[in-house]
């Protein structure tokens, strides 16, 4: 979810993404007293750009009246290349005479669906608020659903998605330990001779300035990059490669395959479950040897009433690259039985193709409605179009990716089992 | 005459006004050309209608309220691509612009000395944004940084210049009191 300053900015520098502005407008019809805020937000962005421009006619007006009168106002290309120039190196001088060794650069805590703990040293293991700073320790998040936005005070940002384990090192650069996880990340330049690093189980990456997507597994690290570029070392063998604008990596534990950047693809828009794992898919239940996949127990966090508990999960996560994409035409098939008469639901959590969140979506199989074979199997249907928001209410958006599906008999340890799982796009 | 005399008089109220009706403009079409149309028909469509404001009245509501059609005019012309907007909310801007701008009107002076305090680098984005009308990204490539570095930094310079802004007004406000 993003705040609500973030979703003016953004709206002033025409930067939101679909979803954003759902939320966007979701927000302003909340109350009049939001919609006065933007108003003076949008009020004050056109009387800087009235303001700009008046100046600037004043600065033709007094150049073309005298060749002697210095212009005042805005800068010239040229000249705002060589001043850039220099402030950086001003900038990187004053950092390098003047900042401490070993003084983490700060973090703060922008927001989150879930809550996340901060472990730091000696200090106890303490539960972070929005708002609050810190410069070293490790963050964690345990919710599959969690959505945490951290900043640096240099205004680069990452976000935690889904169980994450995240350390921030005792650096002056950024240097973060992505245990498991996806981070997403949007850096700002970062001086040439201390980039920013992340690094994971298999592999390191080296951000300069970059927008991109890590998930970290024990045994493979999937890198995808849509703006910038992130250089990735294999660690089993120090080998290199980088990834561009719309480009991949996969660095496995084992380095026998090519270090290669590949062009991120569009993901399909059908799939079939299979016991066969492909990067980046975390498997929520256990397969057994018939190839059925049955549920297992997983914590879940209930934001109301904020307890915690044990409910029963078949089904898979894929942030990046994501499991399928859902057209207005897509149905999910599922094939299933359990152990004792019970209605089963069906969750889908979706993004869009640039990783902004667009909803969670349900769905009931009614036992009634499905009625069982010989052997208890029953067959459910249910079309893409049909599914039901959840939370923020976010209306389904043909061309989402799902990043996770499964089916569930919430707290009820029913013996979920699926023999078959699938979305068809007809 | 009388003709000659209600005339200047609408021209004397649109030119008050025009900036703010503008800026709600704006606010609503991101795309300035399309802005700028809409403006103009408004200005059309108030002269033309010129005869029916009730004088006893204040004339940007009345104004607004036909910038408001105008905008849903263009949205319908153009239409459904991402709608922000829809009738209740352009009415509640409406409602609220006129507060909204005595608000920020009284921040203009200090505006300009917060402009001219910035770092060179901040006021080259200022100039491209704002003045040349460039995209984030057209500001990123011609900064040479990534579109999400180049939003970050006007996001931090707008705040800058609120605090700025916030500052001199409590300073002046201030010296005020102690006069």
């Known amino acids: 979810m993003t705040n609500e300053n973030d979703l003016i900015e953004r709206y002033l520098d025409d930067s939101l993404t679909d979803e954003q502005a759902i939320e966007f407008q979701t927000w302003l019809k909340a109350s009049d007293e939001n919609v006065k805020k933007f108003a003076l937000a949008s009020a004050r962005n056109e009387q800087l750009r009235a303001i700009v421009a008046a100046e600037e006619e004043g600065v033709v007006a007094t150049a073309s009246g005298s060749r002697d009168s210095k212009p ?32 983490a650069p700060q973090v703060s805590l922008v927001g989150s669906n879930s809550p996340v703990s901060l472990r730091s040293g000696q200090e106890p293991q303490r539960w972070l608020n929005t708002g609050d700073s810190f410069t070293t320790g490790t963050l964690v998040t345990e919710n599959d659903a969690t959505r945490a936005r951290f900043a640096y005070v240099d205004g680069t940002v990452f976000t935690l998605r889904g169980e994450t384990e995240l350390t921030l090192e005792d650096d002056p650069g950024k240097r973060l330990v992505l245990s498991k996880g996806l981070l997403l990340a949007e850096v700002l330049p970062q001086p040439r001779q201390q980039p920013m690093k992340v690094l994971t189980p298999t592999a390191e990456a080296t951000v300069l300035g970059t927008t991109f997507a890590l998930n970290a597994e024990t045994n493979e690290t999937l890198l995808q990059v849509r703006d910038g570029e992130v250089t990735l070392r294999r660690l089993i063998d120090d080998r290199e490669a980088t990834a561009r604008n719309n480009e991949q990596l996969l660095a496995l534990q084992t380095g026998d395959q090519p270090l290669q950047a590949e062009p991120i693809t569009d993901v399909p828009a059908s799939w079939k479950a299979s016991s066969k794992r492909t990067p980046g898919q975390t498997w929520l239940g256990t397969w057994n040897d018939e190839g059925v996949l049955k549920a297992v ?130 | 005459m009388a003709d000659e005399t209600r005339r200047q008089q609408f021209t004397r109220l649109w030119t008050d006004v025009q900036p703010a009706v503008a800026a709600y403009v704006r606010t609503a079409v991101r795309d300035p050309h399309a802005a700028k149309d809409i403006v103009q028909n408004t200005a059309i469509v108030l002269l033309n209608k010129f005869d029916q404001w ?126």
């Open chain 2, 54 to 179: 009730d004088s006893s009245r204040r004339f940007l509501p009345w104004a607004l309220g036909f910038a408001k059609f105008e905008v849903l005019a263009h949205s319908r012309d153009r239409g459904r691509d991402r709608l922000v907007f829809d009738e209740s909310l352009l009415g509640a801007m409406a409602d609220c612009w006129p507060d909204v701008q005595e608000t920020v009107g009284r921040e203009r002076t200090a505006l300009r000395a917060c402009i001219d305090a910035l770092t060179a680098p901040a006021r080259e984005m200022v100039r491209l944004r704002y003045l040349e009308e460039l995209s984030i990204k057209q500001v990123a490539k011609q900064v040479c940084s990534t579109a999400g570095a180049t939003r970050v930094a006007l996001m931090r310079t707008r705040r800058q210049l609120l605090d700025c802004v916030s500052r001199r007004l409590r300073q002046t406000s201030t010296s005020q009191h102690e006069e």
């Open chain 1, 297 to 426: 127990p997983r914590k879940i966090l209930l934001k109301k009433p904020g307890v915690e508990e044990e409910h029963f999960h078949a089904g898979i996560r894929s942030e990046i690259p994501g499991v399928v994409t859902l057209e207005k035409d897509s149905e999910i098939r599922i094939r299933y039985r359990t152990a004792k008469p019970i209605n089963v639901g069906l969750f889908l959590s979706t993004r869009s193709a640039t990783w902004d969140f667009t909803g969670n979506f349900q769905a009931y199989l009614v036992e009634e409605e499905n009625p069982a074979d010989a052997d208890g199997w029953r067959t459910g249907t249910v079309p893409a179009t049909s599914l039901l928001p959840m939370g923020a209410k976010i209306p389904f958006q043909p061309g989402c990716v799902v990043s996770t599906i499964l089916a569930t008999t919430y707290a009820q340890d029913a013996g979920l089992e699926v023999a078959e799982f699938e979305v068809i796009s007809k």
């Open chain 1, 72 to 103: 005042r106002g805005m800068l010239r290309p040229g000249t705002a290349a060589r001043g850039m120039t220099a402030a950086c190196l001003l900038i990187a001088g004053i950092w390098l005479f003047s900042s401490p060794a070993h003084s």
